[in-house]
């Protein structure tokens, strides 16, 4: 499956500073340790509703992992799946009464335009779940001919007993997990499981859905041995950093890398589990079963700058669930006219230490609030000194940083 076009990303002066991103497994912040290529693997979107602000935030601040890395000196090896056969598509496409890999197609190129123009990164494999049925099969067949996997009527699950190291990277206890699977697509309470927060592998077929002829049967992957199989098969085990939104904390991430232990036996799928927080609208996560979403498309259509919305969406702290309130983008429309003020200026104050002080803020977590409050310093100097003062080549500069390190172009 193509991606979408990338976005040329300027070289800016001397090395950034290490990466150091806050784990989920580890409860703290610790650095990244890439070799020459840095790995990354986020999970992508389930194509049945357009781009939300929730997903963008997600794919910004992977994005900036991104640009991080590559400012540090490394390459990135960076694959993303999309989920486009699962029941949310089915559900939603049998009520519209469309085809269902129709519905996928034109939601999955509405995502390519959104992610194009927020100037997100693409990834360098970008894999459909259909595409990679093939795979997942295999995959499944060895958990269940070395033990680690067990039929239920025409399905196939996954036992939690096999995963040793089961709830180390959620760190959440057993009550919370129940609760949360059964929230988000699992079947806690389904009769004939060896233990409730047994995860689904395998959906034999059953009327009404798609289905593929394999040797496990007929029928389609379950969600979260998807992501293991198209991870570890495109970077291996103990890549740098697992990413999504914090609602794949559990189940998904914590099945994902039980799954990919128990294909491998070794630890850790991941070397960081890194979520992005929530965002919200009126007080509850924007989510499309709500129906609360605010959309990139409809922002686009209505005139609204894409980079606009990015630096209203970096500002905030990534990992933090935040709201997104009506005074938000107007903030984050007239921080970007003051920044293309300044950086049209024939002069302006010198920019090396905000290069330094934009680095230094980025590597520690992502902190991207400090690092606009140091460019709205630096434009406000600029803009309040006379216009023949200070340096030609520092406008150039800032508007080089703000777009290599934030994606925004100035």
Not at 364 to 386: N, Q, Y
């Amino acid at each position: 499956m193509d991606a979408w076009p990338a976005c040329a990303v300027p070289d800016l002066p001397g090395r950034g500073e290490p990466l150091r991103l806050f784990d989920t497994a580890a409860q703290a912040v610790r650095a990244t340790a890439p070799g020459g290529t840095a790995t990354l693997y986020v999970c992508g979107i389930t194509p049945y509703d357009a781009t939300h602000l929730g997903h963008a935030g997600t794919y910004l601040a992977f994005d900036l992992v991104q640009r991080m890395w590559r400012d540090a000196g490394h390459e990135v090896h960076y694959v993303q799946n999309v989920t486009d056969v699962d029941d949310p598509l089915l559900d939603r496409a049998a009520r519209t009464g469309e085809n269902w890999m129709s519905l996928a197609e034109r939601e999955i190129q509405l995502f390519r335009d959104d992610m194009t123009a927020l100037r997100v990164l693409p990834p360098d494999e970008y894999v459909g779940v259909v595409e990679a049925v093939p795979e997942i099969t295999e995959s499944i067949e060895r958990l269940l001919e070395e033990g680690n996997a067990y039929r239920l009527d025409d399905d196939v699950y996954f036992p939690v007993s096999a995963a040793p190291g089961f709830g180390t990277e959620s760190n959440y206890d057993r009550d919370t997990m129940l609760a949360l699977f059964g929230e988000r697509g699992g079947d806690p309470d389904r009769p004939g499981k060896q233990d409730s927060l047994d995860s689904l592998l395998w959906r034999g077929r059953r009327p009404g859905e798609p289905y593929w002829d394999t040797g496990i049967g007929a029928g389609r992957p379950g969600w979260h041995i998807e992501c293991s199989v198209i991870a570890l098969n495109r970077l291996g085990m103990d890549f740098d950093v697992q990413g999504g939104g914090s609602d794949l904390i559990f189940p998904h991430h914590e099945h994902s890398a039980a799954h990919a232990e128990a294909l491998t036996g070794t630890t850790p799928f991941a070397g960081h589990y890194v979520h992005a927080g929530m965002i919200g609208l009126d007080g509850e996560k924007m989510s499309k079963s709500r129906g609360n979403l605010v959309l990139v498309s409809k922002l686009r259509a209505a005139g609204v700058d894409p980079m606009a919305v990015r630096l209203a969406l970096l500002d905030g702290h990534y990992r933090a669930d935040r709201e997104w309130t009506g005074g938000r983008l107007p903030a984050a429309e007239a921080r970007l006219h003051r920044w293309r003020a300044a950086a049209a200026l024939p002069a302006a104050p010198t920019s090396d230490k905000l290069l330094a002080e934009v680095r230094r803020s980025l590597a520690d977590d992502l902190d991207t609030p400090s690092a606009l409050a140091a460019i709205d310093r630096w434009a406000a100097g600029a803009l309040d000194a006379p216009a023949t003062e200070g340096d030609p080549a520092a406008p150039g500069a800032v508007a080089k940083l703000v777009d290599g390190l934030l994606g925004v172009a100035l």
